[in-house]
């Protein structure tokens, strides 16, 4: 059972405009989620987080928009860039009752194609 | 690089034999979290550890898979009597603290099973 789901394997976009990225969850207990960005061979690498506690969470090109009551965050870039070509893997993550935070759950990723 | 490193970067090992990945976390992280990648899938986490203690296996096989995190030296998954179902990347990422933090990810090992 998928409880973070990520239901466009890909998506293509045009240099300059806007791409959104869209994810899914069913586990109302997560209450902090990720956005990671991914290269080939490469580990993921962290972009963005938002806590449930707020709807909206801004850095650079990148903004995260929560909505809880749908069980649903997106993640927008713009403008889209050629480098920003990768695999985009959504995450969650609840606290864990003896501190810390405990593993986090993927998705399965969303290929994004950024076209000149 | 003050990084997650992991390695080997890439592992063969024949069916029965044993696999030992390390992972050595970012300067001044304690906390350590193993995850496997299956091609076309997303990360499936294994095990949380902090120095000396298993703090969640949840995620971890019953049989063959163990972890650990001394207190000096890196974190080691070891494999033991691999199967070609065990064929994967395999993550390390550490955090510094408990509470809310991101998790920042190795370049990761990929193992394959002869």
């Known amino acids: 059972d998928q409880q973070v789901k990520q239901n466009s394997p890909s998506l293509s976009v045009q240099e300059g405009r806007i791409s959104i990225l869209n994810c899914d969850y069913t586990n109302s207990m997560f209450d902090y989620f990720l956005w990671y960005k991914k290269y080939p061979a490469e580990g993921p690498t962290f972009l963005i987080s938002?806590?449930?506690?707020?709807d909206k969470n801004e850095d650079g090109r990148f903004t995260v928009f929560l909505n809880k009551s749908a069980k649903h965050l997106s993640l927008h870039i713009v403008p889209s860039q050629p480098g920003d070509s990768a695999v985009y893997f959504c995450?969650?993550?609840?606290?864990?009752?003896?501190?810390?935070?405990?593993?986090?759950?993927f998705g399965k990723g969303t290929h994004l194609i950024i076209q000149p | 690089n003050a990084g997650v490193m992991q390695n080997p970067r890439h592992l063969v090992r024949r069916r029965g034999q044993e696999a030992r990945l390390r992972c050595s976390p970012m300067?001044?992280?304690?906390?350590v979290y193993w995850y496997r990648q299956l091609p076309e899938e997303g990360l499936k986490f294994m095990v949380y550890l902090q120095k000396e203690n298993i703090i969640d296996e949840s995620g971890m096989p019953k049989e063959r898979f163990s972890a650990e995190f001394p207190k000096e030296g890196p974190s080691i998954l070891r494999i033991q009597q691999v199967v070609r179902g065990d064929s994967a990347a395999y993550f390390c990422?550490?955090?510094?603290?408990?509470?809310?933090?991101?998790?920042?990810f190795g370049d990761g090992t990929r193992l394959s099973i002869l």
């Open positions: 300067k001044g992280h304690s906390h």
């Open positions: 995450a969650a993550s609840m606290e864990y009752s003896g501190g810390g935070a405990d593993g986090l759950t």
């Open positions: 938002i806590s449930s506690i707020k």
């Open positions: 990422a550490s955090s510094p603290r408990g509470g809310h933090q991101p998790q920042h």
